[in-house]
């Protein structure tokens, strides 16, 4: 167990985001580092490593409930009990609702907000217990003001917020902060640029500047907790 560090859980770790908010994170915590596959996982657990710092690739399907449990455990034994879980989790399609299958919404809804919810219920009973922790929500646009094409995200989105201020409500006095994120753009990735070409680097969030809002988020003091808070490039409207 890594005892001279507190733990920090990222599920859903990709090239983007997920890997900024380990990175982010691995500066003072052991990171675990989870996904469905170790594409990317492995190699950032490498690079955290030769850095000096503690990280543990995971793989887990956050949708399967048993695999969440077995996950939660296996980080348990070998990091600690979480002290903060990032919950970035979950695939963003686009079509309306005439374009969108049933198996592509309940997919979306799965990913996003049974993934949100069976994390979350691991985590909080030791929170609880120690009267300290805190569970961060990578939330969208959609998850505030969808368009069109976001018949499958956006409802997904909008139960994870809607879970989000659930929890916050039952677990603020209880001393654990619960805080959802709302991403109100683009996110500067290879497969953004790919499908936006045109998008110069100001119209885009950087996934490093996202993840220090959320070490940010991670250390309010309680006396002045947020509980939702949007980042978006300065040139974004709103």
Partial sequence: MAESRPV??????????????????????????????????????????SAGGVALPVRSDAAAAEQVAAAYEQ???????????????????????????????????RGHTLGAFLWSRQVAPAMIERKRGTILF??????????????????????VRGLAQVMSRDLHPQKVHVAYVNVDGAIDMPVVRQFLPNLQDEDLLK??????????????????????????????RF
Avoid: C, M
């Fill in 138 to 159: 990578t939330g969208a646009t959609a998850g505030v003001k969808p368009g069109p094409s976001s018949a499958a995200f956006a409802p997904a989105k909008f139960a």
């Fill in 75 to 109: 980080i348990r034994k070998e990091l600690g009990a979480p002290d903060v879980l990032i919950y970035n989790g979950g695939r963003r399609p686009f079509g309306t609702l005439v374009d969108t299958t049933p198996e592509v919404f309940e997919e979306t809804w």
């Fill in 8 to 49: 920090a859980v990222v599920v859903g770790v990709g090239a983007g985001l997920g890997a900024a908010l380990a990175r982010r994170f691995a500066e003072k915590y052991a990171v675990a580092l989870v996904a469905r596959s170790d594409d990317v996982t492995s190699a950032l657990a490498k690079e955290i490593r």
């Fill in 207 to 236: 996934p490093a500047a996202i993840a220090d809002t959320f070490w940010f988020l991670a250390h309010q003091e309680p006396s002045a907790w947020s509980h939702e808070i949007d980042v978006r490039p300065f040139k974004e």
